[in-house]
T-cell receptor, first 110, second 113 residues
Framework: GQSLEQPSEVTAVEGAIVQINCTYQTSGFYGLSWYQQHDGGAPTFLSYNALDGLEETGRFSSFLSRSDSYGYLLLQELQMKDSASYFCAVRETGGFKTIFGAGTRLFVKA | DGGITQSPKYLFRKEGQNVTLSCEQNLNHDAMYWYRQDPGQGLRLIYYSQIVNDFQKGDIAEGYSVSREKKESFPLTVTSAQKNPTAFYLC????????????FGPGTRLTVT
């Protein structure tokens, strides 16, 4: 079956850079998405990698390597408001099912 | 403003009762989804619908039912057959070709005692 693995928690200091990794096992997928969720809130879409390489969107960048079944989300110039949970997700080929990882809780300290 | 609404935000029910969670979207999306989230865990897919009058089971459909009579609406019924219904329920929608980018509603926190 499909599975995604992420670290459960990451802690970093305000202004720093943090990388959240995601490794996956799938029989086939279209690409890797990243979502942010604040406590009690709804997930919001951050980025999507359909192809290998780096995608940059402001302070956030996302990377995918299909050959390594690996991706990461890079957050730069961390702010307190970045404290949240981050989920990687893959959409299975041939359908609309999206599989989410268990999430990485990011704590940003002053 | 376009978006997804879910109501109510908090819902309390007694064990053995069916309960229906509302999900409405005005984004003109064809695809809609229901997820369940338990504390400290990711999202698990309950049901999804690609088009009106069609829906498919996700990974944890047992004890749940849905309908898709209108494009804008995708209500979820949590039946008494669901063993552990207490959870945070999230509804989402997307364009059919962009399932990688889903828009989520604010969620309904259901507590069954």
């Amino acid at each position: 079956g499909q599975s995604l693995e992420q670290p459960s928690e990451v802690t970093a200091v305000e202004g720093a850079i943090v990388q959240i990794n995601c490794t996956y096992q799938t029989s086939g997928f279209y690409g890797l998405s990243w979502y942010q969720q604040h406590d009690g809130g709804a997930p919001t879409f951050l980025s999507y990698n359909a192809l290998d390489g780096l995608e940059e969107t402001g302070r956030f960048s996302s990377f995918l390597s299909r050959s390594d079944s690996y991706g990461y989300l890079l957050l730069q110039e961390l702010q307190m408001k970045d404290s949240a949970s981050y989920f990687c997700a893959v959409r299975e080929t041939g359908g609309f099912k999206t599989i989410f990882g268990a999430g990485t809780r990011l704590f940003v300290k002053a | 403003d376009g978006g997804i609404t879910q109501s109510p935000k908090y819902l309390f029910r007694k064990e053995g009762q069916n309960v229906t969670l509302s999900c409405e979207q005005n984004l003109n999306h064809d695809a809609m989804y229901w997820y369940r989230q338990d504390p400290g865990q990711g999202l698990r897919l309950i049901y999804y619908s690609q088009i009106v009058n069609d829906f498919q089971k996700g990974d944890i459909a047992e004890g749940y039912s849905v309908s898709r009579e209108k494009k804008e609406s995708f209500p979820l019924t949590v039946t008494s057959a669901q063993k552990n219904p207490t959870a945070f329920y999230l509804c989402a929608s997307s364009n059919p070709g962009q399932a990688y980018e889903q828009y989520f509603g604010p969620g309904t926190r259901l507590t069954v005692t």
